[in-house]
C-alpha cells in the first residue's frame, strides 16, 4: 500500500491564482481531512469528510473547498491564493470508527508559497 | 517583531537519558488522544494513544500519562535516541469536529550526544 499521498510536494502561487492540491489514499478509508500547519505550530484542521459525498468544515475553512466523489481522492481547492495561506498542507485519512481509538495517517505534505 | 509560536518549546536531554514532554489540552469533554511524531519534512507519525477511561498506557520505550483533572499528558520516553530527535505534538478528538483531532502547538525534541 502506498497509503497517502499527496502532489505537489512543493508549489509556488502569486496572489488570486487558484490551484488544487490532490490528496489519494489506497486503504479503504472513509474519514479524510486537510490541516495546515504554519512554522512553528501544531496542525489546524480546515476540511473533512466522513465518506464519498460528504463534507464538512473544519476549524479554518475559509478560502478552501473540497470535494469528496470517490473514497480514496479528496482533493483541496484554493479558489483565490492569498500570502495568509502559505503553509505546509497534510492530507489525513482514518477508518472513522466511533467512540475514539482512530488513528489518523498523514500524508507527506505540499509546501504551498504565496507571493 | 516576532510572532507568538514561531519559538517552539524546546527540550534538550543527553542520549540515554529518559523525556518527559508536557502537554495541556483544552476540552474536558475529549475522550481520545494521540501523541504524534514529526520529524523535519515529513508528516506526523502516531507514537501512541489513550482513551479518557485510562490515566497509563505504555508502549515500547513510551509511556503515556493522562490526568483529567487538570487536563493534563505528558509523554515519556525512555533511554532517548539520536532518533528521537522530532518535534512531539499531543492530540485531542474532543467530537468537535467528527473524528477529528485538535493539535497542540508542539515541543522539540533535541538529543545530545
Known amino acids: 500500500n502506498a497509503g497517502v499521498t499527496q502532489t505537489p510536494k512543493f508549489q509556488v502561487l502569486k496572489t488570486g491564482q487558484s490551484m488544487t492540491l490532490q490528496c489519494a489514499q489506497d486503504m479503504n478509508h472513509e474519514y479524510m481531512s486537510w490541516y495546515r500547519q504554519d512554522p512553528g505550530m501544531g496542525l489546524r484542521l480546515i476540511h473533512y469528510s466522513v465518506g464519498a459525498g460528504i463534507t464538512d468544515q473544519g476549524e479554518v475553512p475559509n478560502g478552501y473547498n473540497v470535494s469528496r466523489s470517490t473514497t480514496e481522492d479528496f482533493p483541496l481547492r484554493l479558489l483565490s491564493a492569498a500570502p495568509s495561506q502559505t503553509s505546509v498542507y497534510f492530507c489525513?485519512?482514518?477508518?472513522?470508527?466511533?467512540?475514539?481509538?482512530?488513528?489518523?495517517?498523514f500524508g507527506p505534505g505540499t509546501r504551498l508559497t504565496v507571493l | 517583531g516576532e510572532s507568538v509560536g514561531l519559538h517552539l518549546p524546546t527540550l534538550s536531554v543527553q542520549e540515554g537519558d529518559n523525556s518527559i514532554i508536557n502537554c495541556a489540552y483544552s476540552n474536558s469533554a475529549s475522550d481520545y488522544f494521540i501523541w504524534y511524531k514529526q520529524e523535519s519534512g515529513k508528516g506526523p507519525q502516531f507514537i501512541i494513544d489513550?482513551?479518557?477511561?485510562?490515566d497509563k498506557r505504555q508502549g515500547q520505550r513510551v509511556t503515556v500519562l493522562l490526568n483529567k483533572t487538570v487536563k493534563h499528558l505528558s509523554l515519556q520516553i525512555a533511554a532517548t535516541q539520536p532518533g528521537d530527535s522530532a518535534v512531539y505534538f499531543c492530540?485531542?478528538?474532543?467530537?468537535?469536529?467528527?473524528?477529528?483531532?485538535?493539535f497542540g502547538p508542539g515541543t522539540r525534541l533535541s538529543v545530545l550526544p
Open positions: 489525513a485519512s482514518s477508518t472513522g470508527t466511533s467512540g475514539g481509538g482512530n488513528e489518523q495517517f
Open positions: 492530540a485531542e478528538n474532543s467530537g468537535n469536529y467528527g473524528q477529528n483531532f485538535v
Open positions: 489513550i482513551r479518557s477511561n485510562m
